[in-house]
């Protein structure tokens, strides 16, 4: 990579997480963080942009970068400094939240915030400033990290945190990999006395009940809710609930050879689960396993607890390998909105009914509690997320108008959204919630930190760019 014209040599197609976006980029792999001042050379000389890319995770088109460059920052997976007595940890970008916790976990200490699955990147997660089923009590991500260093496009070396270049910290946080590459990540974990979990089952019979059950318990440290968006009526916004708490030292738990998840689900293997999924991914077949769950829930695991390792309590999205290809050919869209707690029954309420009147239910819904943070482009609120997944139908236009309109419900209540979910908000919505003055601040920071506008993907031409 040693002259301008080898960026256009490594044309390779890209696809999100939910395969309902499909583009071709120049991909590049650096191995090493020395080589990134010479790859905003090269594609400033040949007029490319830079979109950065870690697993690849995001539901939308935050790691696409139609027609320009992609840096894959997989390679970069150095753990760099690791305190066994202080749970401190220092790492490249690439190291992904499975590498994080099989390295700490053995001396006692977790990650303190996971999304839904173990592959994204460290540099993603502080990127989207990722949340997990514990925001309530940990807050996002963000709130974790005791420093970071970073390359900025302009060529300058950074170091951050709350203390130092706060400014920039806040923002890279939650900068959705816009401002500039982070070399290296310093983070504070979670001390834990077990590998397990004490987590109890409930039920709600709707939407009232759920988010009344989930505010009830946003003191534990995990509390999620699933609910059936297929049902109606009285019975709309039912579902389960899995609230889960840490042991205490000394606390008994089993013995396990391996955290690793099960290898079968009710004995059959998961590598064939998927074929057998596929002809119930319709609105018909989606209603009825959830009138199916919802009852069996109830009748047999109301209020039951139970003990259950940290990984298989965090990682649903892990299970079922590919589980996302069977919405089919033309993938899935998630849609998640974050809304002030006093709005949330009746915003999730028509958005939900919304839906179902035009024929697009979600097929998965999941709701979380939410507390407000510091960092720039936040999705937080004091209140509640629901998202939902939705098969991209024959006609995505439905898809996009029924965003449109969802969008303009939770607006109108004072929601947020949230940008690694995110495929379809315009540049006019995202102002509405972020706000003037926090747009003219981001871009600010970003004609400082990238003077030449080199750092961009999809997501921001969409959102951002004027």
């Not at 935050?62 to 997989?74: E, F, P, Q, Y």
């Not at 039912?238 to 079968?264: F, I, K, V």
């Not at 959204?417 to 379809?424: C, E, I, M, T």
Request: contains cysteine; neutral net charge.
């Amino acid at each position: 990579m040693s002259s301008a014209p080898q960026l256009l040599q490594n044309a390779v197609g890209l696809e999100n997480f939910g395969h309902s976006l499909k583009r071709v980029a120049y991909v590049f792999r650096p191995q090493h963080t020395d080589e990134l001042p010479a790859l905003f050379e090269q594609a400033r000389a040949a007029g490319l942009t830079i979109g950065l890319r870690g697993s690849g995770r995001s539901y939308g088109d935050a790691a696409l970068n139609a027609g320009h460059i992609v840096l894959d920052l997989r390679s970069l997976t150095r753990i760099l400094d690791w305190n066994a007595e202080t749970g401190v940890i220092t790492a490249e970008p690439g190291v992904t939240i499975e590498n994080l916790w099989r390295h700490a976990l053995p001396h006692g200490w977790w990650p303190p915030v996971v999304p839904g699955t173990m592959f994204p990147t460290l540099g993603g997660c502080l990127a989207a400033n990722i949340h997990g089923k514990n925001n309530w009590q940990a807050g996002p991500i963000g709130e974790h990290v005791l420093q970071f260093t970073a390359l900025l496009p302009s060529g300058q070396q950074v170091t951050c945190s709350p203390q130092q270049n706060s400014e920039l910290f806040y923002a890279m946080i939650s900068g959705m990999g816009l401002l500039g590459i982070f070399t290296s990540i310093t983070l504070q974990l979670k001390k834990v006395h077990s590998s397990h979990l004490r987590v109890t089952a409930s039920t709600q019979p709707h939407l009232a009940g759920m988010l009344a059950e989930v505010d009830a318990h946003k003191n534990d440290d995990y509390i999620v809710g699933w609910l059936d968006a297929a049902a109606r009526g009285r019975s709309l916004g039912r579902g389960q609930l899995h609230r889960a708490s840490y042991l205490h030292e000394g606390e008994d738990a089993p013995q396990q050879a391996t955290l690793d998840l099960p290898a079968s689900i009710l004995g059959i293997p998961k590598g064939v689960l998927p074929p057998l999924m596929a002809p119930f991914v319709n609105n018909f077949g989606v209603g009825l396993v959830n009138f199916a769950k919802y009852s069996a829930n109830r009748l047999l695991e109301n209020n039951k607890s139970y003990l259950q390792s940290l990984v298989e309590f965090n990682f649903l999205l892990d299970y079922i390998p590919g589980w996302e290809r069977i919405y089919g050919r033309r993938g899935l869209v998630q849609h998640q909105s974050f809304v002030p707690a006093a709005a949330a029954e009746s915003t999730f309420r028509e958005i939900l009914e919304l839906a179902q009147r035009r024929g697009l239910p979600p097929y998965l819904a999941v709701l979380k509690r939410h507390r407000p943070d510091k960092f720039l482009l936040s999705h937080a609120v004091d209140g509640f997320s629901l998202a939902l997944d939705f098969r991209v139908p024959a006609n995505p236009a439905r898809l996009v108008s029924l965003a449109e309109a969802m969008d303009a419900v939770v607006l109108a209540n004072g929601g947020r959204f949230y940008f690694a979910k995110d495929g379809l908000l315009t540049a006019e919505r995202a102002r509405k919630f972020l706000g003037q003055d926090t747009i003219g601040a981001f871009k600010e920071l970003k004609h400082k930190a990238d003077p030449h506008n080199i750092l961009q993907h999809d997501l921001f031409r969409r959102c951002f760019a004027d």
